[in-house]
């Protein structure tokens, strides 16, 4: 969460802290309340709901990078030397097993690495005459329904995290036009409380950063004995 939304939340909760300790006690107002208190509790879900979507993305991320290590790594590397034997009468089988992926990522180096287990599944038998071992297309099979589920999740992540971000950023508008709506009402019951008033205009208070900004030179007067000299 960016820091005008960080400060736009804890402004919220000020005030909702303020109108729980300041019950204004007639129904329509305390409707108003109720709403804005649902708002505020509504804001805070989505902000808990964004930064694990963060996370379980960063998470993901790491875990498919790995995964993509083993997969080259391992079943990959050892199908593309075997493959390197078929050049001489099966030069196709052997560009299709031994093609590279070093360049690809998501969804295409999902799909290419797809291609070449199906191919060497089809081919199991001539592959292992030339070396490959037991278990490596069921290997690479299992590394690679571990790598989409991790596409997924990292997709799941990044949906959760921008389907949160715009809703928080509709809900903040929306209730910082209640706060104004709020303050009508409490201008008119605490009319005659100052203190209390004091306190609305605290909490509703923003704490923006104040970036200082350098005043403009003034120029120096002359002194007596300089203006003298002119």
Avoid: C
């Amino acid at each position: 969460m960016d820091g005008k939304m960080m400060v736009q939340l804890t402004t919220l909760v000020r005030i909702l802290d303020f109108l729980l300790a300041y019950p204004f006690g007639d129904s329509p107002a305390a409707r108003v309340v109720t709403r804005y208190g649902e708002g505020v509790t509504r804001l805070r879900a989505l902000v808990a709901q964004q930064g694990e979507g963060v996370v379980t993305r960063k998470v993901e991320v790491a875990r498919r990078q790995e995964l993509r290590r083993r997969i080259i790594r391992g079943p990959l590397r050892h199908l593309s030397r075997v493959a390197e034997a078929l050049e001489a009468g099966q030069p196709q089988l052997a560009a299709a097993i031994g093609q590279s992926v070093h360049q690809m990522s998501g969804e295409l180096f999902l799909a290419t690495v797809h291609s070449i287990a199906a191919t060497a599944e089809s081919n199991l038998a001539l592959l292992q005459q030339e070396g490959l071992s037991e278990g490596t297309v069921t290997d690479l099979k299992a590394l690679l329904e571990a790598y989409e589920g991790a596409l997924k999740e990292a997709g799941a992540g990044r949906r959760a995290h921008t389907g949160a971000r715009a809703e928080m950023q509709v809900l903040g508008r929306d209730l910082m036009r209640m706060v104004k709506q709020l303050d009508g009402i409490v201008q008119y019951h605490y009319r005659a409380q100052p203190e209390v008033l004091g306190a609305w205009a605290s909490a509703r208070n923003f704490a923006w950063p104040v970036t200082e900004v350098s005043a403009p030179a003034t120029p120096a007067r002359p002194t007596l004995a300089e203006g003298s000299k002119a």
